[in-house]
């Protein structure tokens, strides 16, 4: 259920971050004003507090209801783990948006690199299936189911 929450959301973000990216490059960086990496890490840290506060909720609404253990364990690493793919996936979608020229290309390549995280991430694929030249995914992409069941159960 938490990987087909990301795709929709990824697409709401788009929209307003490439309205935000063409004022940017209209205004301040053709001026001279301001760096564009002043434009990136402004991006990310506004994102922050919004992806603590929606993870937060998710995670309460996810992990208590079900009936996982709830040791302090357990329970903290969960959460951390729910809170960094909050902010991957955030991030993730905010770097399509950076390559791609308008919003409905952004919304087209939202599914594609988002199937490839998933099915080279040990998620779909176990990683003893995953052909050698996409193991690399495997350790980079942040969560993994493997994870967050070894721990809650």
């Known amino acids: 259920m938490t990987l087909t929450i990301p795709p929709p959301l990824i697409q709401l973000l788009h ?18 004003i301001y760096h564009s990496s002043a ?12 992806s603590i506060v929606a993870g937060t909720i ?6 208590y209801p079900i009936g996982f253990p709830r040791d302090s364990f357990t329970v903290g690493y969960t959460y951390s783990l729910m809170l960094l793919f909050e902010l991957y996936y ?3 979608g905010q770097a399509i948006a950076v390559f791609s020229p308008n919003e409905l290309l952004a919304s087209l390549l939202v599914p594609v ?3 490839f995280v998933v099915s080279f991430c040990g998620v779909v694929v ?9 193991c690399f995914d495997y350790y980079v992409m942040c969560w993994n189911a ?5 721990h809650a159960l």
């Open 15 to 32: 929209p307003k971050f490439l309205h935000f990216r063409h004022l940017f490059m209209a205004r301040e960086y053709a001026n001279k």
């Open 39 to 50: 434009f990136v890490i402004d991006a990310i840290l506004v994102e922050i507090p919004y």
């Open 58 to 63: 998710y995670f309460i609404d996810w992990f």
């Open 90 to 92: 955030v991030s993730f």
């Open 113 to 115: 690199f988002f199937l």
């Open 126 to 134: 176990l990683y003893a299936a995953i052909p050698k030249f996409w």
């Open 146 to 150: 493997g994870d967050t069941a070894r």
